[in-house]
C-alpha cells in the first residue's frame, strides 16, 4: 500500500522491538528516509533485513538512551 510517503524524513524512537520496529520497517517500505534510535543499535541495524530495498533505503541505526 503506498501512502504517498516517499522522499521524507521519520525518526522513530524504540525502533528496535515492538510496534516501533514494525513502524521503522514499514515506513522504510513506503520510500521514507527512517533513522532508527533505541538503546540497541544492533538490534535497529538487523531491521533491514526485512525492507524491501527496492521500495525504500536502509533504516539508519542511532545510539539513543
Known amino acids: 500500500m503506498k501512502l504517498g510517503l ?5 525518526l522513530v524512537l524504540g525502533a528496535s522491538k515492538g510496534l516501533g520496529a514494525a513502524i521503522a520497517v514499514a ?3 513506503e520510500g521514507v528516509e527512517v533513522h532508527g534510535a533505541a538503546r540497541s543499535v ?5 531491521l533491514n533485513g526485512q525492507v524491501d530495498p527496492q521500495n525504500g533505503g536502509p533504516i539508519q541505526p542511532h545510539h539513543l538512551d
Open 6 to 10: 516517499e522522499n521524507r524524513r521519520a
Open 27 to 29: 515506513l522504510a517500505n
Open 42 to 46: 544492533d538490534a535497529v541495524a538487523a
